[in-house]
């Protein structure tokens, strides 16, 4: 089992969360991200956040990222979108 926490900050107060469960054995780690982030934005209402190379190697590196307004095409109403892989098999 694969799951991901996604959660939207604004002043560093929580304003909405959701995990998102992948259970696919076939797909690759990073198969399992992608679609974890989409299927988090489809429940969010968000664009789906460009990776930059600064969230790639933070990520890399602590298995959690945070995109802010850099991050993303349209305006958003939050300060930023952090993820983080709670459970990987």
């Known amino acids: 089992m694969f799951r991901m926490w996604m959660k939207i900050f604004k002043e560093n107060r929580l304003l909405q969360d959701t995990v998102i469960s992948v259970d696919d054995p076939e797909m690759t780690r990073t198969a399992k991200i992608f679609h ?18 600064a969230n790639i190697r933070e990520f890399q590196r602590h298995s959690k990222t945070r995109f802010t307004q850099d991050n993303f095409v349209e305006e958003i109403s939050f300060d930023f979108l952090e993820v983080h892989i709670i459970e990987e098999d």
């Open 36 to 53: 974890a982030v989409s299927e988090a934005c489809l429940c969010f209402d968000l664009s789906q956040p460009i990776w930059l190379d």
